[in-house]
């Protein structure tokens, strides 16, 4: 019974982590170009050897992917592009902290992966990952994700009247303990 439960969870995760790889692509060129856009680029570079992991640590186990529960996070991702976001008043500044919210909440789903795989028993496969390596990755995933939005959260939530690039410059250099 365990490990019907331990498939269906693994093929829940790599549903996920599949959406998540794409959002994470979306995210970096929404912000391509900049610094932001090229610290996103690598954050998709390592949510999608995650996804990877995950992949061969299923293949080891013998859990088969599930095709349909991927083609609904795949769906559900793109479903999720048709909310304006604000790019109706010119500006995605909305938008992008949106994906960055979606993103964090992801990874952080992704940490309670790893976090209840070293509570699993012990097998050859699960031995064969770093499962504190993945959570720390996991972890400096989300915190650089969250500096990023929190940068877009100040700028996209202000009553200011200044241009929102003006804004989102100043938001990056400010202490993020503000």
């Known amino acids: 019974m365990s490990r019907t439960y331990l498939s269906i969870y693994l093929q829940d995760h790599l549903a996920g982590a599949t959406a998540g790889v794409n959002l994470a692509r979306r995210a970096s060129r ?7 856009g090229r610290r996103l680029e690598q954050i998709a570079n390592e949510i999608e050897a995650d996804r990877d992991t995950l992949v061969g640590f299923m293949s080891e186990l013998g859990v ?4 349909s529960k991927i083609a609904t996070a795949w769906m559900a991702e793109r479903i999720s592009r048709l909310k304006p976001n604000g790019r109706g008043h010119g500006d995605t500044v909305l938008l992008r902290m949106h994906e960055l919210e979606a993103l964090s909440l992801g990874i952080a ?15 050859a496969a699960i031995a064969n990952l770093d499962l504190d390596a993945l959570h720390e990755r996991a972890r400096s995933q989300r915190e650089r994700v969250e500096m990023e939005r929190i940068a877009l959260a100040r700028v996209a939530l202000s009553l200011s009247r200044d241009t929102p690039q003006h804004r989102l410059d100043e938001a990056r250099s400010a202490p993020a303990g503000d």
Do not use: I, V, Y
């Not at 929404?30 to 932001?36: C, F, Q």
């Not at 088969?64 to 095709?67: I, L, R």
């Open 109 to 123: 789903g992704k940490q309670s992966l790893w976090e209840a795989l070293r509570m699993a028993p012990q097998s």
């Open 64 to 67: 088969p992917s599930s095709w």
């Open 30 to 36: 929404h912000n391509e170009g900049t610094p932001t």
